[in-house]
């Protein structure tokens, strides 16, 4: 039997990639011929990539852009390159935002539509005001998108409830609901006497830059990490409370997770959010929005906590600092974020692989 395994454009193994890239590994270890398609694949981790598939296969018309505007860039390319993924008897399971292929299941993480409206409060001024003007047609063009993809595939399956209702406002019929899995395995606590001194936070296209330093100003120590923002103030990178480390291996992300107090995550858009679930696989509670996907999955005064507000975000992150919390958070997050283990997730997707095979 193969499977075709469909991504965005690989520019890193991280984000939205990571759930195709346990979905195809698990395929290729149970006797699939399993094949990853994507708009573009970097030169740097084929050799990588060929550990997790049998065959690797990408438009050969390279990316003028990187990071956050290649998946908008392969997205507009959908509309005028197509790549034919038909066999009489391959399944084929997109995970991509950037490819209108024929499918058996989808794995919707969330309308590029609905990420811009949401992503470009943060942006530069001449983006912000480029983007209100294109705003229309972008979002037609998403309805036409995401319509295809439900008239050509058989499963539509979201990546939270959130994601789901985003859908469901373009017109599109959602079947189902699968959390990307985590290597709980990988990301755990790897010390009983974290420092606890200071406060870990990412730096992507989603992230609220403005409340970052509106609560480093407030003396409050922050290391920040992540390789994909598009564009970083610099209010924030030269702010004498906020140490900027970029792109980090993972191995040093553990342990930056684990010796954290908290894990701060204030964003513009996020569907799921693997920030949180990592740092609560390591045992550190997240102080985030009790709205979209991480309200699904941080339990306030629990794993962490949840708030309405800018300012009840600012205002807790102070106290936290100040005052600190129970040590049993910690066992807590560890405890509930097993249920985003890669293990039960993907036996799902293997039950969900079997069911579509038998009806072939």
Known sequence: MRAVVVTDPVMSLGASLRPALFVAKVLHDTGFHTTLLAPYISPRLRETLGKYVDELRFLKVPLLYSGS?????????????????????????????????????????????????????????????????????????????ISYIRENTRLFVANSKYSAELYRTLGVYVDGIIYPPLNTEYFKPITSNPSSDYVLTYFGKETKFSIIKKIADLGIKIKAFGGKAPYIPNYVLNHENIDYLGRIPNRDLVSLYSNALYTLFPFTHE????????????????????????????????????????????????????????????KNCREYVLKFSASKILNIWIDIVNKVSDTM
């Open 69 to 145: 505007l290649a998946v908008f860039e392969a997205w507009l390319r959908s509309f005028i390159y197509k790549l034919d993924t038909v066999h009489h008897d391959t399944i084929v399971l997109n995970f991509s935002s950037t490819l209108k292929v024929k499918s058996s299941v989808y794995y919707g993480q969330g309308p590029i539509s609905s990420a811009l409206d949401d992503i470009h409060v943060e942006m530069p001024d001449q983006y912000k005001y480029l983007y209100k003007f294109f705003a229309p047609i972008i979002k037609k063009l998403d309805v036409k998108f």
């Open 271 to 330: 569907p799921f959010g693997y920030v949180p679930v990592e740092s609560m696989a390591c045992g550190t509670p997240v102080l985030t929005y009790n709205k979209q996907g991480p309200s699904e999955t941080v339990v306030h005064g629990v794993t962490g906590w949840l708030v309405d507000s800018d300012e009840e975000l600012i205002e807790v992150a102070l106290k936290i600092w100040n005052n600190g919390y129970p040590e049993i958070m910690r």
